[in-house]
């Protein structure tokens, strides 16, 4: 499975982008789907999950309430709505998917930069 995202930017404090998580040739042997992100000079970190087949989710506490994160599976795609921007959430975001048997798929990421 290939990932790739796309969305990242330049984006005022305060405001908005959404991410999405293209997977090709498609999400069927996906069980979940994740955002993690990397900040220069710190260690990746996880920042939402879902799960494909119910939906469920689950957030960094640094991004709950903010970060919103969806799946279209006819579209085979993965998005992160992130409101209300902090200069802190300047990263590369990455976009994983887990299947069965272990299999871990990550794509490459995209840039995200917040000026304060």
């Known amino acids: 499975v290939q990932l790739v995202e796309s969305g990242g930017g330049l984006v005022e404090a305060g405001g908005s982008l959404r991410l999405s998580c293209a997977a090709s040739?498609?999400?069927?042997?996906?069980?979940?789907m994740g955002w993690y992100r990397q900040a220069p000079g710190k260690q990746r970190e996880l920042v939402a999950h879902?799960?494909?087949?119910?939906?469920?989710?689950n957030y960094a506490a640094s991004v709950k309430g903010r970060f919103t994160i969806s799946r279209d599976n006819a579209k085979n795609t993965m998005y992160l709505q992130m409101n209300s921007l902090k200069p802190e959430d300047t990263a590369v975001y990455y976009c994983?998917?887990?299947?069965?048997?272990?299999?871990?798929?990550w794509g490459k990421g995209t840039l995200v930069t917040v000026s304060s």
């Open positions: 040739p498609s999400t069927f042997s996906l069980d979940a």
């Open positions: 994983r998917g887990i299947g069965a048997q272990g299999m871990d798929y």
């Open positions: 879902i799960f494909l087949d119910v939906g469920s989710t």
